[in-house]
């Protein structure tokens, strides 16, 4: 309890420098956000400037901010004259959150047997062919993974659309695009995870026992090489986030990600601010989940909890 | 046997001499290299690191084009003897692009790791050494800022400051810092707990000497691998910055600019995207070898 | 007394970067039903890969049984299949290791790590075999047993984790239990209390036990008999007591004159001279040679095992027939400067 508390005190304070530092850096672009409209008469520009507070003072603008993202209005669109930042999160979300949990379901359903196979096999075939296919994954950056997939399945063989948004089957190229790296990453992590375990003095136990391979993998082993795998789950969600930017684009999924590019490329900052501070908000409590799961998983931490060594 | 009474005369066993006598040992760093020449990938990735470096640096003079030359009739032709890799929608030779996208992306790689080992090996020393409050506040500050992936911090920085190849290296270098802190901190507190840290300080070793011969030597390791795997995450970013459009502006060309400039073409001119798409995975995959190479030939637990 | 281990010729070799490392050299020996012996010797000597060769753990790459019958209750384990193994380690035979600390697995409970070996080996179920388990941990004098079952390797003392250790391998009644230098990892007073219960275990079930060490006050608190290892050979075995009183090997003298004791006074701490030997050469001498004090012209040739009493051999030249030493060292050990 004395560690919820904790986190939720950090959580606070993480975003609120988020906030306040994406709202500064906002701030602290020459010129407006209107400046780029090039075909404004000055009359016009003015307005808007009044509309939207931008003559107050900083400080003002700041606490007016503040003061509305505490009651969740992140503010208006500069570039879509009716529409809010809430609405356009409300609809992209959900498309961007589909694709991302079907990415993370294939990179666990992939990556952990992946792993525990090149363990079990350390220096034979399975185990070069992991390793070789893993770095392949991590160094091939999502959005070349991404035209290749086009290439080679929607323009040269046409099975796989590579624009659409509609049914089961357009997820599969860019689910397959986005989750390139995570289930290398997770791959290496079970893999490396489950080396060490294998080498531990209680394997060595365990196979004294006379226990088979089977149960020594499952019952014994699993357990403690996924701890690393947990960890990773933050920076795994992170990274989904991240390069759904550019895979959403590509693929002209109308999903959060997309809207983030645009936004950046149209200098809309409420947009680009707001979405910041979703995505801010998202992460962080995940990170929340997944320190809990890991508490649960290994009975040192959740028992000697506070306890530095 | 025939065993006669001579055989019972007491004379000295003949010693071995004392050289061969025990397995020759070998320090640290040869047998890191040694196992780092054993591995195949980190070897090849190393090699053809250092002939991009030389193209690079050479490769741009030779090719008799330059990189900003338009010659319109001459667009979108596929590789050719004239063209190794064709030429782009302005009629730009590709590969001369290419190789001097190379000088970027790996100038921009290797600077920002520079910048980020250097910050955050300091950043990361000093937390460590002096540990305590100064060690608590200093890392509390690094989890904070890490709240957020650090791409989110880069993309933001770089919509301030607008696009430029200066700009890259700063919001990398501004950015990037926090992973090598933590990884240089882990080390040294992990060290100063070693039992020859302590050993060191009760035969009366100053705190300078002892962070010179046994702290720092001993965090060279994860230094280097955290380096150089931090070059492909460098190379990496100004691509993504370049692909949503944040990254250095026309008509210098990175591999990232050319990489969103083939993706736009992909269906007429896929070659367009090729080159520049190889460029960047297999200098990804080099770094990335290498840096596995070297992590697996510096673990200790590892000799053999 | 019938034999319960069989070991004949065992030789295990350890492939290294370096070069191939002979561990265990053409080792052989008999334990019979009930009996305690000591296997003593110094680290690298090939202890705990004969051991370990025994229960058929060896980790293959880099280890390799070159050579070796070994035999429990006459059938042949070097002869069996890995399932086959399965059935026999944990239940005909056993093993306790080193440290407890890392010998148990940290995130299994107490319980569950007990409980397996009935729900593997007499194919209980959970509950049934929990029960099972904690009347284990009642038998190696745990205190609070049903409490520990809930409990976590991390959260019992050294000594209590090496008895739960003791209570895993006997969960089965297995008729050997290897123990390998179970005390050397714990304080002084706990050693007396495991090697207490190791002892009364061998009286009331009657499991033999190979007990390997390099403390020699520990061997000597609890084994029948002694092979005393050096270089991956067997260099004298004794019945215990003979071992001690009259050793017929200049290692085992040295061994025994290196334990200070506070009786003699100004000898200082005695030692023996020289390096342990490089296994990567096997010697075509006594592999003892180089730091022997008695050597002779014929020690640069190999030894083999000679009688000099009642169940007790030496691999010394000293105790040939032919050597003028014999007498000596019969009759009261190596008093010969």
Not at chain 1, 43 to 63: G, V
């Amino acid at each position: 309890m004395h560690f919820l508390i904790h986190r939720l005190a950090s959580m606070f304070l993480v975003l609120f420098v988020i906030i306040t530092a994406t709202f500064l850096l906002m701030h602290a672009i020459p010129g407006g956000p209107f400046t780029t409209e090039k075909n404004l008469p000055e009359a016009i520009q003015k307005n808007m400037e009044e509309r939207y507070h931008l003559n107050d003072p900083l400080w003002k603008q700041y606490a007016d901010y503040l003061a509305h993202v505490a009651s969740g209005d992140l503010g208006p669109s500069f570039k879509y004259e009716n529409r809010s930042v809430n609405d356009l999160i409300r609809e992209s979300f959900p498309v961007s959150a589909e694709l991302g949990v079907i990415a993370i379901f294939w990179a666990i359903c992939l990556g952990i047997p992946a792993g525990i196979i090149a363990a079990v096999y350390h220096n034979r075939w399975p185990d070069y062919i992991a390793m070789f296919l893993t770095t392949i994954g991590i160094s091939v950056p999502g959005f070349i993974l991404a035209a290749l997939l086009i290439f080679v399945f929607a323009l040269q063989l046409g099975w796989l659309p590579a624009a659409l948004w509609e049914g089961p089957s357009s997820t599969v190229l860019p689910a397959l695009a986005l989750t390139g790296l995570p289930t290398a990453f997770i791959a290496r992590l079970t893999r490396s995870g489950m080396l060490e375990v294998l080498n531990q003095d209680y394997i060595r136990t365990v196979r004294a026992k006379g226990l088979s391979q089977y149960t020594i993998l499952t019952r014994h082993a699993l357990k403690n090489a996924l701890i690393p795998v947990v960890t990773y789950l933050g920076p795994l969600i992170a990274g989904i986030l991240t390069g759904s930017f550019v895979i959403e684009t590509i693929f002209a999924i109308p999903g959060l990600g997309r809207h983030f590019v645009t936004s950046i490329y149209n200098r809309d900052y409420t947009v680009i601010l707001g979405i910041t501070i979703f995505y801010s908000a998202l992460l962080v409590t995940l990170n929340l989940l997944v320190d809990i799961v890991y508490a649960l998983l290994d009975p040192r931490i959740k028992l000697n909890e506070g306890k530095d060594d | 046997m025939h065993i006669t009474p001579s055989a019972f005369h007491r004379t000295p066993f003949p010693q071995e001499p004392l050289s061969t006598a025990s397995a020759t040992g070998t320090s640290y760093w040869q047998d890191a290299w040694r196992r780092l020449q054993n591995n195949k990938l980190a070897i090849a990735g190393l090699i053809f690191i250092l002939l991009i470096t030389l193209a690079a640096i050479a490769g741009p003079h030779f090719s008799g084009y330059s990189y900003a030359d338009q010659n319109l009739p001459e667009a979108n032709q596929p590789p050719s003897s004239m063209h190794w890799f064709g030429t782009d929608n302005l009629g730009r030779d590709l590969m001369t692009r290419v190789l001097y996208g190379a000088r970027i992306s790996l100038s921009i790689g290797i600077a920002a790791s520079l910048i980020n080992l250097t910050v955050g090996v300091l950043y990361g020393g000093i937390a460590g050494y002096a540990g305590g409050r100064i060690d608590n506040i200093m890392m509390r500050i690094v989890d904070i800022l890490y709240g957020i992936p650090l791409l989110l911090y880069v993309i933001l920085l770089m919509v301030v400051l607008g696009p430029g190849l200066l700009n890259i290296f700063l919001a990398l270098g501004l950015v990037y810092w926090l992973g090598m802190a933590r990884i240089v901190r882990g080390q040294i507190l992990t060290i100063k707990k070693q039992e020859y840290v302590l050993a060191a300080r009760l035969t009366g070793a100053s705190s300078a000497r002892i962070l010179l011969r046994h702290l720092i030597p001993n965090s060279i390791g994860p230094i280097l691998i955290t380096t150089t795997l931090a070059i492909p995450e460098a190379i990496f970013t100004e691509a993504f910055l370049s692909f949503i459009g944040l990254g250095v502006s026309a008509p210098m060309a990175s591999w990232g600019v050319l990489a969103s400039e083939g993706v736009v073409s992909l269906r007429s001119y896929p070659f367009q995207l090729l080159y520049p798409a190889l460029a960047i995975s297999i200098t990804m995959l080099s770094f990335n070898f290498l840096g596995d190479g070297l992590r697996d030939s510096l673990d200790p637990r590892m000799r053999k | 007394m019938p034999v319960l281990l069989d070991v004949q010729n065992l030789s295990v070799i350890f492939h290294t970067y370096a070069g191939t490392v002979r561990a265990v050299n053409n080792v052989s020996f008999t334990v019979n039903q009930g009996k305690i012996i000591g296997i003593v010797g110094e680290s690298g000597c090939g202890k705990s890969a004969t051991a370990q060769a025994i229960m058929g753990i060896l980790p293959q790459p880099p280890a390799e049984m070159i050579s070796g019958g070994i035999y429990l209750d006459a059938a042949e384990l070097t002869a069996l299949s890995e399932k086959e193994l399965q059935h026999i380690r944990g239940k005909k035979m056993s093993m306790i290791f080193q440290d407890p600390m890392t010998a148990l697995n940290p995130v299994l409970t107490i319980g569950l790590q007990i409980a397996e070996m009935f729900m593997h080996h007499q194919h209980l179920a959970y509950k049934d075999a929990l029960l099972q388990a904690e009347k284990a941990l009642y038998s190696v004098d745990i205190p609070a047993p049903k409490a520990r079952l809930e409990q976590y390797p991390h959260q019992l003392s050294g000594g209590m984790r090496q008895r739960v250790m003791i209570a895993m391998a006997l969960a089965c009644q297995p008729k050997l239990i290897i123990a390998d230098e179970p005390t050397t990892a714990l304080d002084v007073t706990i050693q007396a209390q495991i090697i207490d219960l190791l002892r009364s275990k061998n009286q009331k079930l009657g499991t033999s036990i190979i007990l390997i060490s390099h403390d020699l006050g520990v061997i000597a608190s609890l084994c029948q008999r002694v092979l005393v290892m050096y270089a991956g050979e067997i260099i004298e075995a004794a019945p215990a007591a003979d071992l001690y009183r009259l050793p017929a090997h200049p290692y085992t003298y040295g061994l025994l004159q290196s334990v200070p004791r506070p009786d003699r006074k100004n000898h200082g701490l005695l030692s023996i001279a020289g390096q342990p030997p490089n296994l990567l050469k096997i010697s075509s001498g006594c592999s003892f040679g180089p730091r022997c004090s008695y050597s002779m012209e014929i020690c640069r040739q190999k030894p083999p095992l000679l009688s000099v009493g009642e169940q007790h051999a030496t691999r010394c030249w000293l105790a040939h027939t032919d050597s003028p030493h014999r007498q000596m060292l019969l009759q009261g050990g190596l008093l010969i400067k």
